[in-house]
């Protein structure tokens, strides 16, 4: 268990004043907001409002994981500026790299090799295995170097000075990401071994440190190249950087512009061209390696201590490099640039068969040496410094601190968890390392207007968190248009978030019903099997339809099918319509059946069984009888049951009409049944 | 041929891609096309260069990706998009305006060059009158046809500026997509699994025919007719089935095909040789469905990358073939699917299909053009 950080880092939170006012906080899954109280500092005064050294009162940020709150922007919501007495609200966000319109590549792109990740198969066999998650390493990195040359092409193309320094930046950290990581998957993901740990190493500096191919055109392009001011600058480089071949080549332009050189420089190129290197293969072991090369450096040796390069300066300090001479090296400084540039030259030239555990000894004093006491290191040194100490967490919590994005440790520890580096490892909030990351990368995506969705997939992959995470996010995703909704719902229905799907398909209902869209309201309820609300819309059909005396929206209940069954008045709605369908296609009998089975079946509402019984007078004054002498009864009875258990029985008869209805349908219901008796009789009769 | 198709982060999702038209006697291979985008704080309307052809450039580099000639912003979602002819297209937003933009070819800028505000609304309960999300637009120069979540059909005409005709009310639900059947009659799906017909010179405001889902009303979100046979029609729904319907007979498809695990965004029969057809879908995958019996029938320009013979109306060919999307069982041994991108995870919301050439556009903010669809 990872022990609290004692001393959280600061957040300034630009336009909050915590020496005048006191603030209070409010925690949100991706943002907090830090809002300006009534209540004035006890002590404070006016006159230290705009004080900017830190004072011991200023309220600190702490990030659950203390390493998170370095990352945080603020911006302001709400009044403020003149207004000093109204509070302000600020929305402290904790990824600001997100909203960088470049790097939403980045998020895109490694989302899909992401996604490769999780399905990739754990169970091949460790060198497949390893070769898998070299290549998916790899695939990263690509992505990172993509976005940095759009990104480098956005700051040369740009004239806006501000915007050209905003990328400017970018590259860098996305430059330092890339160095980070790349020296990571040679130490932790491909866990390369003595010998070939060395050539990794020194194909890691070649790639990342000063860039020499445009200082060896100018050369080559010159004249008499040897005669130009950066020859030996650009020789020493290929030295240091162990690229024998480049330099023996650039050497040889010196031999014949300089005849009188020519013993001494066959001498040097035969060294440089018989260095031994340690070979990828499997072709020599590292005992041999050591001979032959303790056979080499006692050559050189030799040739120094006969004063063979005595003339020529500059191929005597080409000599004690080639020896591993610190001083003859570190004498080059200017030309390495950087602290882990020496050490692998070091390493090249003095322990070129070095083990992993061994690194962290020449690491930390390469970097002593190096800085000489001079500067003391930058936080990019100590990242590196932790790297090649194996200090895998560590490397991961300095990233955390002070890269302003989590898209680089939540997926280089995901990364570095498939390759089974961090398995015993949990935090003192819960979840392990890599879970709290994701979900801190994926809250972030989440706060976005449009990477929302690539978030849902971080979460999936968060076996204890993710799921409530994703509950709580996606609830706030603004439903703009049906198509959105539908694809927030899909996302729900997937994962059987059956609370999420009612809540979407409600709000969604409602929307529909606000704007008189009826149709739609239906069938959202209906997406949602929500029969309350199916409920409510057919009301809402019913009451239409007694005030207009026709129905609205024909094209759906006539096709309702099988979600008619959803609620009972949805399907009474249904069959309803069906009554006024038979009615007016003069399938009278039919007609009749149906609607005393919608009283006696008590599928209708008894609020609507008036409505049905003056529906029933038209088919009661009809020439031919309809209703059976039974059917009759039944109606009669509907009415007593309806007249008789009607609570409103005082302003029931206090209306006018309404008595005048029920008296009119006891007429009619009377003379029907006059008429159908005199009918039955007939018939059976004859 | 996953090889032959090149892609591109654009930092904005993709609601719509559109091939433009090419000129009636081209024979070269579509070479720019049309993307909205949506939910970005800033959706735009943008033209591109499909790049070359996999040939070799002037200094031996290779143009394979797409690359942008110039975009526009526009206010809203891009719900749907359709060019009017070579220099206009016609862009639908979820705000309910319908947009005509220009794109000026000789200094490669776009403009507004008419817009209905407001051409599909709500009347809010509370008097206000708000925007509804235009959902889809189809154009047969100079008419265009669009729908919307009002459940409105407005037909307008690209040099007036009144709508032509408008049927408030038209559908009670949803209306998801629209297509011509024939000049006058036009094709909508909407929320409740129903495709209708409407003939326009009719002044009565509903449909001529409704054809609807069996069983639980799917909403249907996407339709496409066949270019030479009028009376087959493809439609794809929520539950990501691709249906086939013979609006000759019958008000039920003819056959129901399993297809995409969510909602298919898009169908498309390929314009000049419809044995072939596609579908994207929110599942993340995109499908080719393939009815020609034998690979040697194949027409010849398939072969060549759209040389010599291409968009010649192969309309014989197709009359024979044609009744494999109206045989029973079209899966059993006439058709030929595939799925063109096997590892996507976010949505493919659109697909546009010219000659030899595919393109579609994702919610993981990319672009794919395949130039060589029949490889």
């Given at each position: 268990?990872?022990?609290?950080?004692?001393?959280?880092?600061?957040?300034?939170?630009?336009?909050?004043?915590?020496?005048?006012?006191?603030?209070?906080?409010?925690?949100?899954?991706?943002?907090v907001?830090?809002?300006?109280t009534?209540?004035?500092?006890?002590?404070?005064?006016?006159c230290?409002?705009?004080?900017?050294?830190?004072?011991?009162?200023?309220?600190?940020?702490?990030?659950?994981?203390?390493?998170?709150?370095?990352?945080?922007?603020?911006?302001?919501?709400?009044?403020?500026?003149?207004?000093?007495?109204?509070?302000?609200?600020?929305?402290?966000?904790?990824?600001?790299?997100i909203?960088?319109?470049?790097?939403?590549?980045?998020?895109?792109?490694?989302?899909?090799?992401?996604?490769?990740?999780?399905r990739s198969?754990?169970?091949?066999?460790?060198?497949?295995?390893?070769?898998?998650l070299?290549?998916?390493?790899?695939?990263?990195?690509?992505?990172i170097?993509?976005?940095?040359?759009?990104?480098?092409?956005a700051?040369?193309?740009?004239?806006?000075?501000?915007l050209?320094?905003?990328?400017?930046?970018?590259v860098?950290?996305?430059?330092?990401?890339?160095?980070?990581?790349?020296l990571?998957?040679?130490?932790?993901?491909?866990?390369?071994?003595?010998?070939?740990?060395?050539?990794?190493?020194?194909?890691?500096v070649?790639?990342?440190?000063?860039?020499?191919?445009?200082?060896?055109?100018?050369?080559?392009?010159?004249?008499?190249?040897?005669?130009?001011?950066?020859?030996?600058?650009?020789?020493?480089?290929?030295?240091?950087?162990?690229?024998?071949?480049?330099?023996r080549?650039?050497?040889?332009?010196?031999a014949?512009?300089?005849?009188?050189?020519?013993?001494?420089?066959?001498?040097?190129?035969?060294?440089?061209?018989?260095m031994?290197?340690?070979?990828?293969?499997?072709?020599?072991?590292?005992?041999?390696?050591?001979?032959?090369?303790?056979?080499?450096?006692?050559?050189?040796?030799?040739?120094?201590?006969?004063?063979?390069f005595?003339?020529?300066?500059?191929?005597?300090?080409?000599?004690?490099i080639?020896?591993?001479?610190?001083?003859?090296?570190?004498?080059?400084?200017?030309?390495?640039?950087t602290?882990?540039?020496?050490?692998?030259?070091?390493?090249?030239?003095?322990?070129?068969?070095?083990?992993?555990?061994?690194?962290?000894?020449?690491?930390q004093?390469?970097?002593?040496?190096?800085?000489g006491?001079?500067?003391?290191?930058?936080?990019?040194?100590?990242?590196?410094?932790?790297?090649?100490?194996?200090?895998?967490?560590?490397?991961?919590?300095?990233?955390?601190?002070?890269?302003?994005?989590?898209?680089?440790?939540?997926?280089?520890?995901d990364?570095?968890?498939?390759?089974?580096?961090?398995?015993?490892?949990?935090?003192?909030?819960?979840?392990?390392?890599?879970?709290?990351?994701?979900l801190?990368?994926?809250?972030?995506?989440?706060?976005?207007?449009?990477?929302?969705?690539?978030?849902?997939?971080y979460?999936?992959?968060?076996?204890?968190?993710?799921?409530?995470?994703?509950?709580?996010?996606?609830?706030?995703?603004?439903l703009?248009?049906?198509?959105k909704?539908?694809?927030?719902?899909?996302?729900?229905?997937?994962?059987q978030?059956?609370e999420?799907?009612?809540?979407?398909?409600?709000?969604?209902?409602?929307?529909?019903?606000r704007?008189?869209?009826?149709?739609?309201?239906?069938?959202?309820?209906?997406?949602?099997?929500?029969?309350?609300?199916?409920?409510l819309?057919?009301?809402?059909?019913?009451?239409?339809?007694?005030?207009r005396?026709?129905?609205?929206?024909?094209?759906?209940i006539?096709?309702?099918g099988p979600?008619?069954?959803?609620?009972d008045r949805?399907?009474?709605?249904?069959?309803?319509?069906?009554?006024?369908?038979?009615?007016?296609?003069?399938?009278?009998?039919?007609?009749?059946?149906?609607?005393?089975?919608?009283?006696?079946?008590?599928?209708?509402?008894?609020?609507?069984?008036?409505?049905?019984?003056?529906?029933?007078?038209?088919?009661?004054?009809?020439?031919?009888?309809?209703?059976?002498?039974?059917?009759?009864?039944?109606?009669?009875?509907?009415?007593?049951?309806l007249?008789?258990?009607?609570?409103?029985?005082?302003?029931?008869?206090?209306?006018?009409?309404?008595?005048?209805?029920?008296?009119?349908?006891?007429?009619?219901?009377?003379?029907?049944?006059?008429?159908?008796?005199?009918?039955?009789?007939?018939?059976?009769?004859? | 041929a996953?090889?032959?198709?090149?892609?591109?982060?654009?930092?904005?999702?993709?609601?719509?891609t559109?091939?433009?038209?090419?000129?009636?006697?081209?024979?070269q291979p579509?070479?720019?096309?049309?993307?909205?985008?949506?939910?970005?704080?800033?959706?735009?309307?943008?033209?591109?260069?499909?790049?070359?052809?996999?040939?070799?450039?002037?200094n031996?580099?290779?143009?394979?990706e797409?690359?942008?000639?110039?975009?526009?912003?526009?206010n809203?979602?891009?719900?749907?998009?359709?060019?009017l002819?070579?220099e206009?297209?016609?862009?639908?937003?979820?705000?309910?305006?319908?947009?005509?933009?220009?794109?000026?070819?000789?200094?490669?800028?776009?403009?507004?060059?008419?817009?209905?505000?407001?051409?599909?609304?709500?009347?809010?309960?509370d008097?206000?009158?708000?925007?509804?999300?235009?959902?889809?637009?189809?154009?047969?120069?100079?008419?265009?046809?669009t729908v919307?979540?009002?459940g409105?059909?407005?037909?307008?005409?690209?040099?007036?500026?009144?709508?032509?005709?408008?049927?408030?009310?038209?559908?009670?639900s949803?209306?998801?997509?629209?297509?011509?059947?024939?000049?006058?009659?036009?094709?909508?799906?909407?929320?409740?699994?129903?495709?209708?017909?409407?003939?326009?010179?009719?002044?009565?405001?509903?449909?001529?025919?409704?054809?609807?889902?069996?069983?639980?009303?799917?909403?249907?979100?996407?339709?496409?007719?066949h270019?030479?046979q009028?009376?087959?029609?493809?439609?794809?729904?929520?539950?990501?089935?691709?249906?086939?319907?013979?609006?000759?007979?019958?008000?039920?498809?003819?056959?129901?095909?399993?297809?995409?695990e969510?909602?298919?965004?898009?169908?498309?029969?390929?314009?000049?040789?419809?044995?072939?057809?596609?579908?994207?879908?929110?599942?993340?995958?995109?499908?080719?469905?393939?009815?020609?019996?034998?690979?040697?029938?194949?027409?010849?320009?398939?072969?060549?990358?759209?040389?010599s013979?291409?968009?010649?109306?192969?309309?014989?060919?197709?009359?024979?073939?044609?009744?494999?999307?109206?045989?029973?069982?079209?899966?059993?041994?006439?058709?030929?699917?595939?799925?063109?991108?096997?590892?996507?995870?976010?949505?493919?919301?659109?697909?546009?299909?010219?000659?030899?050439?595919?393109?579609?556009?994702?919610?993981?903010?990319a672009?794919?053009v395949?130039?060589?669809?029949?490889?």
């Open positions: 268990m990872d022990e609290p950080d004692t001393e959280p880092p600061l957040v300034v939170v630009p336009g909050a004043d915590p020496s005048a006012r006191q603030l209070c906080f409010a925690w949100g899954p991706a943002e907001l830090v809002c300006e009534l209540f004035g500092r006890a002590g404070g005064s006016r230290r409002r705009r004080s900017r050294s830190p004072s011991p009162s200023r309220p600190r940020a702490e990030g659950r994981a203390g390493a998170a709150a370095r990352a945080l922007t603020g911006s302001v919501a709400g009044t403020g500026e003149g207004a000093p007495s109204s509070s302000r609200v600020f929305v402290v966000r904790r990824d600001q790299d909203y960088i319109q470049t790097l939403r590549k980045l998020f895109n792109e490694s989302h899909g090799i992401f996604m490769g990740l999780q198969d754990e169970e091949l066999a460790g060198k497949s295995r390893k070769a898998q070299v290549q998916v390493s790899k695939n990263y990195r690509s992505v170097r993509a976005c940095m040359e759009d990104m480098h092409q700051a040369v193309s740009t004239r806006d000075p501000a050209q320094g905003q990328y400017s930046t970018q860098s950290i996305l430059s330092a990401m890339e160095l980070i990581w790349n990571c998957e040679i130490l932790f993901i491909e866990a390369a071994a003595a010998g070939p740990l060395l050539l990794r190493l020194l194909d890691w070649r790639l990342h440190v000063c860039d020499v191919d445009s200082m060896v055109r100018e050369v080559l392009s010159s004249e008499s190249p040897s005669k130009h001011k950066l020859f030996w600058n650009v020789v020493d480089i290929f030295v240091l950087q162990g690229r024998m071949d480049e330099a080549h650039l050497l040889s332009k010196e014949s512009a300089n005849p009188t050189s020519m013993t001494m420089y066959k001498i040097l190129d035969d060294l440089m061209k018989k031994p290197v340690p070979s990828l293969g499997n072709t020599q072991t590292l005992t041999e390696l050591e001979l032959k090369w303790q056979h080499w450096h006692e050559e050189c040796q030799r040739y120094l201590q006969d004063g063979t005595a003339s020529n300066p500059h191929m005597e300090s080409i000599c004690k080639l020896l591993g001479d610190e001083d003859a090296i570190l004498e080059k400084r200017e030309l390495m640039t602290w882990y540039h020496f050490l692998v030259t070091r390493l090249l030239y003095s322990h070129p068969t070095v083990k992993p555990m061994e690194l962290r000894f020449y690491a004093s390469s970097m002593d040496l190096f800085l006491g001079e500067s003391s290191p930058e936080p990019l040194d100590m990242i590196l410094m932790a790297a090649f100490e194996f200090e895998i967490h560590q490397v991961i919590k300095e990233c955390s601190i002070v890269l302003s994005n989590w898209w680089f440790v939540a997926h280089l520890t990364l570095l968890d498939h390759c089974k580096l961090l398995q015993s490892h949990n935090l003192y909030f819960g979840s392990n390392m890599r879970e709290f990351l994701l801190e990368y994926a809250s972030g995506l989440f706060s976005h207007h449009s990477l929302w969705q690539l978030g849902v997939d979460f999936d992959h968060c076996p204890e968190y993710g799921r409530v995470y994703l509950e709580l996010h996606i609830e706030r995703i603004p703009s248009t049906e198509q909704a539908l694809k927030v719902l899909r996302i729900c229905e997937q994962r978030m059956h999420q799907v009612r809540s979407i398909c409600k709000i969604m209902a409602m929307k529909a019903l704007n008189n869209r009826l149709g739609s309201a239906l069938s959202w309820s209906i997406r949602a099997k929500d029969a309350a609300f199916a409920t819309i057919s009301d809402r059909f019913l009451k239409d339809y007694c005030e005396g026709c129905f609205s929206d024909l094209d759906l006539d096709n309702l979600s008619m069954l959803l609620s949805l399907t009474f709605l249904g069959k309803y319509r069906e009554f006024h369908r038979l009615y007016g296609e003069q399938r009278f009998v039919e007609a009749a059946r149906l609607l005393l089975t919608l009283m006696t079946a008590h599928i209708a509402p008894c609020s609507f069984w008036m409505t049905l019984l003056t529906d029933a007078l038209p088919l009661l004054e009809q020439k031919e009888v309809i209703f059976s002498a039974e059917q009759t009864y039944e109606l009669m009875r509907c009415l007593e049951d007249t008789a258990g009607n609570p409103d029985k005082q302003k029931f008869q206090d209306d006018d009409v309404e008595t005048t209805k029920v008296e009119m349908l006891r007429l009619a219901l009377a003379r029907n049944l006059a008429r159908v008796i005199v009918k039955e009789g007939t018939v059976e009769g004859s | 996953m090889e032959d198709v090149s892609a591109k982060f654009v930092s904005q999702k993709i609601s719509r559109r091939w433009r038209p090419l000129p009636a006697a081209a024979l579509p070479d720019l096309f049309a993307t909205g985008s949506w939910d970005n704080e800033d959706n735009r309307v943008s033209i591109w260069s499909a790049g070359d052809l996999g040939n070799a450039g002037l031996g580099e290779y143009h394979g797409p690359h942008l000639l110039c975009d526009i912003q526009h809203g979602d891009v719900m749907d998009m359709q060019f002819d070579q206009r297209i016609v862009v639908a937003s979820s705000t309910g305006t319908v947009t005509v933009f220009r794109h000026h070819q000789n200094n490669q800028t776009l403009s507004a060059n008419h817009r209905w505000e407001k051409a599909h609304y709500h009347v809010d309960q008097t206000s009158c708000g925007g509804a999300a235009c959902t889809g637009v189809v154009c047969n120069n100079p008419e265009i046809v919307g979540e009002d409105r059909i407005n037909l307008f005409r690209a040099d007036q500026k009144d709508a032509v005709r408008t049927i408030d009310n038209a559908d009670s949803t209306l998801h997509a629209v297509t011509f059947l024939r000049t006058t009659e036009i094709l909508t799906v909407n929320s409740i699994g129903q495709l209708k017909i409407w003939d326009l010179r009719h002044q009565r405001n509903e449909p001529s025919q409704i054809f609807s889902l069996a069983g639980d009303r799917v909403p249907l979100h996407c339709v496409d007719r270019p030479n009028q009376h087959i029609v493809a439609t794809g729904g929520q539950d990501g089935m691709l249906s086939i319907w013979d609006i000759r007979q019958g008000t039920m498809p003819v056959s129901l095909l399993n297809a995409h969510a909602e298919m965004w898009e169908v498309h029969f390929h314009p000049s040789d419809p044995d072939h057809l596609f579908t994207c879908s929110e599942d993340g995958s995109l499908w080719h469905w393939d009815t020609s019996t034998n690979v040697s029938e194949k027409p010849s320009f398939l072969h060549q990358g759209g040389r013979t291409a968009y010649l109306s192969h309309s014989t060919i197709n009359q024979s073939v044609v009744s494999a999307w109206l045989s029973n069982d079209p899966t059993k041994d006439r058709m030929e699917i595939t799925n063109l991108i096997p590892n996507q995870t976010l949505s493919v919301n659109s697909l546009d299909v010219l000659g030899p050439c595919l393109v579609y556009g994702t919610d993981a903010e672009i794919y395949n130039r060589q669809l029949f490889a």
